[in-house]
């Protein structure tokens, strides 16, 4: 950590009563955070306002059940830095200050933990329910290790018809409620608008309607368990899910994949990127009626996702990220073809651009529209294209680079201007950026072996992974039990932090544009819905 980073730590001070918040945060096995376990109770409140003053990033927060006591942890950013605060509390009566009223980004994931771990976090400005709608009973405490992974549903679940969302009221002023069945193929939301004429006043997301229990469903699985678990919390981000996994759990074990498995799982990962971005541009032209470039970007896509198939048996590469290692090898073939694909999708993409690039119909739907100010994508701590659409630049392959990044520059495009047709471009942009990375890491791939043997972490262990994912940054926490295997898994998808920013892009916008909206979002239900 460097002496500026280290000057602007917020918990070398004195409090009230004479307390040391803190007197330095260590180096731990969490690696590349540095963890402070001594924050008390009744200064985690002071702790958040203090970090969001000296300028830290709220990036997750996680309960644990430890018995009598229930931990806190929330992980904090500074250029590239990452900070681990931990408290304990009382599990019988557990409380704690809120971090929401300092960091938007604490909001939703604060009201997760107050849902399934009953913690009242106080001064919290929105304390409604979140994860749970009513498939529990008001008391039931879901992920503390006492209750069942089965849970004790009714016979029925009553309706969640009772979720009291914003209401606006004025002259001419009407609601519309969407979803959170949709017409398409787009996994369960529910958005409820305010709206003048065509103009979105308001906007709010209820979420949650495929909560699948991941958190609970981890505990007790063996590490190669985990892994395929973490490459299905999201099915459009398998590769990244189970890279940020697997590395929590290597650094929990002391064990390091061999360097040729890190460069195949950076090839996994930029391959990843490349083929969600080619959907996300095609979709934002569906949602405008431009079928050509959506027919275009599609077929680009498939035959990508035909390669995967091809090089790695998978056409979304899942359970090829493993405990130690990689389980499919980059062999000759798959090199030569994959050099020969990249300059094939290079090609199509500088011609269909072009084409994109002069369409005067596309630009006036794109272009203005989902507003989103870099000041308030800072506020909201906008991750991957999101924020980059807003001008923050902030990648973790680039700010914290972990292998094979810390051998292969990775360029990072940003944009200013924070409407649809900036998160378009930053896409169109980031495609081009990664078939240059994966040339780099083919041309860099190391000889050697791609997987290592497995050793059992100690009791206690835990290990924190953060990578890059096509989205943004992904963060996965994991704790190890006495037996070796799983006590604690947390994963914290970008779309998490993104959702929110979507209630205030929508904003001032024709409700017929929201789906583009949404859609220039694109956050991931089934990573939110853990």
């Excluded at 000057?7 to 004195?14: G, I, K």
């Excluded at 590769?239 to 460069?263: I, T």
């Excluded at 024709?510 to 220039?520: A, E, G, M, Y």
Aim: with cysteine; charged share 20%; glycine share 8%.
């Amino acid at each position: 950590m460097n002496d500026a980073i280290e000057q602007s730590l917020p918990f070398h001070v004195d409090l009230e009563a004479n307390r040391i918040l803190a007197i330095e945060a260590v180096p731990s096995p969490l690696l590349p955070a540095r963890l402070l376990d001594i924050v008390v109770p009744a200064d985690w409140g002071r702790a958040g306002e203090m970090a969001q003053a000296a300028g830290w990033r709220w990036v997750a927060g996680w309960a644990e059940d430890e018995g009598e006591h229930l931990s806190v942890s929330v992980c904090l950013e500074l250029q590239g830095d990452y900070l681990v605060l931990r408290t304990h509390i009382d599990s019988q009566q557990p409380s704690l200050p809120s971090h929401a009223p300092y960091f938007f980004s604490a909001n939703r994931p604060e009201r997760h933990m107050q849902d399934l771990f009953g913690i009242e976090f106080t001064g919290h400005p929105d304390p409604r329910r979140w994860t749970r709608h009513q498939a529990w009973d008001e008391h039931a405490a879901p992920l503390r290790k006492s209750y069942p992974a089965a849970g004790v549903p009714p016979a029925q679940t009553p309706p969640d018809n009772s979720y009291p969302f914003f209401k606006a009221q004025g002259q001419g002023v009407y609601e519309i409620p969407v979803g959170p069945v949709h017409a398409g193929i787009i996994e369960p939301g529910h958005f409820r608008f305010q709206a003048v004429g065509e103009t979105v006043l308001h906007l709010e997301e209820r979420l949650g309607y495929v909560h699948k229990g991941i958190e609970k469903i981890a505990e007790g699985r063996t590490a190669e368990g985990l892994a395929r678990l973490a490459g299905r919390v999201s099915g459009d981000t398998t590769a990244g899910h189970a890279f940020a996994a697997c590395l929590a759990m290597e650094r929990a074990a002391g064990l390091a994949a061999p360097a040729r498995a890190a460069f195949v799982r950076g090839i996994l990962a930029e391959r990843e990127r490349v083929a969600n971005h080619l959907w996300d541009m095609a979709a934002i032209c569906n949602d405008v009626a431009f079928t050509f470039a959506y027919y275009q970007f599609g077929r680009l896509r498939e035959l990508w996702l035909r390669d995967n198939q091809a090089w790695f048996g998978h056409r979304l590469l899942m359970d090829i990220v493993v405990p130690g290692g990689v389980s499919v090898d980059v062999s000759d073939a798959a090199l030569q073809g994959m050099r020969a694909s990249i300059k094939y999708l290079r090609k199509e993409l500088s011609e269909l651009i072009t084409i994109i690039d002069a369409n005067s119909s596309l630009e006036d739907r794109l272009v203005a529209a989902g507003y989103l100010t870099p000041a308030q994508a800072q506020s909201f701590g906008a991750l991957g294209f999101v924020g980059r659409a807003s001008g923050q630049s902030f990648d973790v392959r680039r700010a914290a680079p972990y292998p094979p990044y810390d051998q292969v520059e990775v360029k990072v495009p940003v944009e200013q201007q924070g409407d649809i047709a900036a998160r378009f471009w930053v896409r169109y942009k980031e495609t081009r950026v990664a078939l240059g990375v994966l040339e780099r890491l083919l041309a860099a791939l190391p000889a050697g072996e791609t997987r290592l043997p497995w050793q059992t972490p100690q009791p206690g262990a835990e290990g924190l992974g953060l990578v890059e994912g096509w989205r943004g940054e992904i963060l996965s926490f994991v704790r190890f039990g006495e037996d070796g295997r799983v006590s604690r898994y947390y994963p914290r998808d970008p779309s998490i932090v993104n959702w929110p920013a979507l209630e205030k892009i929508a904003l001032g916008n024709i409700v017929p544009d929201f789906p583009v909206c949404n859609k220039s979002v694109n956050g991931s239900y089934s990573g939110n819905d853990l």
